[in-house]
């Protein structure tokens, strides 16, 4: 793919991604070119309408510079025609992605242009994740740019306790942009092709070809056999890509964001509480999560990275009040006197951190610790609901908007040994994706020994009797029949349920009146029967 010149006149660029990437309606000038016509002149020719339409470029628009960059070749399909006439019948949603690319667009239309790569790409991340960066699928993909993993990890992205760099605004964006340019190189300069693997795997991709040459067929994109996801995931950028390229064509409208910088990166030096850090930059804690979504806590990483996107505006404020602010006092510290019993595992756990971060703020070699010896413990300054983007926070909001759906009953459970997705929703008769979605996990993820997950079932039995401290329970249908001198009372104690919970699960509603030989249906955990 030959991309357009960086180079060439401002108008002429605009004009000929125009002709790249504009409706199949628009009309693009057929005539001959003459003689005496220049090369640059060929490729801009137009039809007067369009010159009128867009005119020369405005640049203090970013949209207009992302427009002029296009270089993947325009495509017609029935499947990107499908996904135009859906961005088509909902223009809000156009308009609310467009509203939350603003913090972000600049810096990859930036880092897009940098590499010479089609502008198109600085889309993707609607494709991908509406441009969330806190964006988690059920492929345990995470960030605006999803990526798994291994995959991150691949190019550089950290994964940590305290911090996740396939959410990090800008690590993420280069290891994309870096993953996308070597798809490109091993595609032999396919875009549709690398795109595909973007989202498929590269081995996919290729098995796909290989398949299709050795039964004869053509072996471009459209005639592939792909994942349905992925035949889907390319034609939706070529048809994003029309749709901004000529909005009003298309019935939305795109948010207007300057082609100015939004974010400035600010060198901490070290370890920073983030209430801290939005205070001394004049930013609200939650827009400092938006620009940072990669840290998962309540401080930056004590390991770094060491930095802070701050609106640009408000740089040099954060600057001036960083260096007024000892290193020592960025995080508050706490005193802990080790008790018998605990662990390095208990205390971090107890006290929202981790592991290495006590070990090497204590100068701690391996897992030792002395009951009566004391540990400095770096703690937040505000609540935990002051940290609202923070991982712990965007669990028990998301969890507590599912709780809002009427019939829903919620249980905590305590997972055990050998523990699974699959065996805990299928004792709690919901959906495995279902399950992982309430506690924003996918369902290939690993669960801990003692992890919390919360529960929504129709069930109100099973919520009931699992809730709290025996949120572990195995429960049981019993089928009881009344013996002489039995009551509800001495029945619910027996079987550890309440009088209240017999009444609901059987026809004596309106008398507790019972009589030997009646049959009584209970829900019984039969981990705790007397």
């Given at each position: 793919m030959k991309f357009l010149s960086r180079t060439a006149p401002a108008a002429c660029v605009l004009l000929l991604s125009g002709c790249l990437a504009s409706n199949p309606t628009q009309e693009i000038a057929s005539s001959k070119p003459s003689a005496h016509d220049t090369e640059a002149d060929r490729k801009c020719s137009v039809s007067q309408s369009q010159l009128e339409k867009f005119g020369a470029p405005d640049y203090q628009q970013l949209w207009n510079r992302l427009r002029a960059g296009y270089g993947i070749e325009d495509q017609q399909h029935?499947?990107?025609?499908?996904?135009?006439?859906?961005?088509?019948?909902?223009?809000?949603?156009?308009?609310?992605?467009?509203?939350?690319?603003?913090?972000?667009?600049?810096?990859?239309?930036?880092?897009?242009?940098?590499?010479?790569?089609?502008?198109?790409?600085?889309?993707?991340?609607?494709?991908?994740?509406?441009?969330?960066?806190?964006?988690?699928?059920?492929?345990?993909?995470?960030?605006?740019?999803?990526?798994?993993?291994?995959?991150?990890?691949?190019?550089?992205?950290?994964?940590?306790?305290?911090?996740?760099?396939?959410?990090?605004?800008?690590?993420?964006?280069?290891?994309?942009?870096?993953?996308?340019?070597?798809?490109?190189?091993?595609?032999?300069?396919?875009?549709?092709?690398?795109?595909?693997?973007?989202?498929?795997?590269?081995?996919?991709v290729r098995k796909a070809i290989r398949r299709n040459r050795k039964l004869g067929r053509p072996t471009d994109f459209w005639s592939l056999k792909l994942p349905n996801e992925t035949k889907a995931y390319v034609p939706q950028l070529l048809a994003l890509s029309r749709v901004v390229m000529d909005p009003e064509a298309h019935g939305v409208a795109l948010t207007p964001v300057p082609n100015t910088p939004y974010f400035a990166s600010v060198d901490i030096g070290s370890q920073i509480d983030l209430a801290q850090a939005a205070s001394l930059s004049g930013v609200s804690i939650t827009d400092l999560y938006q620009?940072?979504?990669?840290?998962?806590?309540?401080?930056?990483?004590?390991?770094?990275?060491?930095?802070?996107?701050?609106?640009?505006?408000?740089?040099?404020?954060?600057?001036?009040?960083?260096?007024?602010?000892?290193?020592?006092?960025?995080?508050?510290?706490?005193?802990?006197?080790?008790?018998?019993?605990?662990?390095?595992?208990?205390?971090?756990?107890?006290?929202?951190?981790d592991v290495a971060t006590l070990r090497d703020t204590n100068k701690i070699k391996g897992n030792r610790i002395r009951a009566g010896k004391t540990l400095m413990i770096p703690h937040a300054t505000k609540s935990d609901r002051a940290y609202a983007l923070s991982t712990s926070q965007r669990i028990a909001k998301k969890q507590a908007?599912?709780?809002?759906?009427?019939?829903?009953?919620?249980?905590?459970?305590?997972?055990?040994?050998?523990?699974?997705?699959?065996?805990?929703?299928?004792?709690?008769?919901?959906?495995?994706?279902?399950?992982?979605?309430?506690?924003?996990?996918?369902?290939?993820?690993?669960?801990?020994?003692?992890?919390?997950?919360?529960i929504w079932t129709k069930n109100p039995q099973l919520a009931s009797l699992s809730q709290g401290p025996h949120s572990n329970s195995v429960i049981r249908k019993v089928s009881y029949r009344v013996r002489n001198g039995d009551s509800l009372a001495r029945i619910a104690g027996k079987f550890n349920v309440s009088v209240n919970d017999i009444e609901r699960w059987n026809p004596v509603n309106n008398s507790r009146y019972i009589h030997p030989g009646q049959s009584l249906t209970l829900f019984v955990d039969v981990t705790r029967i007397n």
């Open positions: 029935a499947r990107i025609d499908r996904h135009l006439n859906w961005y088509k019948s909902h223009p809000k949603y156009i308009e609310r992605v467009s509203k939350r690319a603003e913090k972000y667009l600049y810096h990859i239309v930036e880092q897009v242009e940098q590499r010479d790569l089609p502008m198109e790409l600085a889309l993707l991340p609607i494709v991908e994740s509406a441009f969330d960066p806190f964006a988690y699928s059920h492929g345990s993909a995470s960030g605006m740019w999803q990526f798994i993993s291994s995959t991150g990890k691949h190019y550089g992205l950290k994964q940590n306790w305290w911090y996740d760099g396939r959410r990090d605004v800008v690590a993420a964006t280069d290891a994309a942009l870096r993953y996308l340019a070597y798809l490109h190189r091993r595609f032999d300069g396919d875009w549709l092709h690398a795109l595909a693997a973007y989202n498929a795997g590269e081995g996919n620009l940072n979504p990669g840290f998962n806590r309540w401080a930056t990483a004590p390991s770094g990275p060491h930095h802070l996107l701050v609106p640009t505006a408000k740089a040099q404020q954060f600057r001036d009040n960083l260096a007024q602010l000892p290193q020592t006092e960025r995080v508050s510290w706490q005193r802990y006197t080790i008790k018998s019993g605990d662990s390095l595992i208990s205390i971090a756990k107890k006290f929202n951190t908007a599912y709780g809002k759906k009427p019939g829903r009953h919620k249980v905590e459970y305590v997972v055990r040994a050998g523990d699974s997705f699959w065996s805990i929703a299928k004792k709690y008769k919901v959906g495995v994706r279902s399950l992982a979605k309430w506690n924003s996990m996918a369902p290939k993820d690993t669960l801990r020994k003692n992890q919390k997950l919360v």
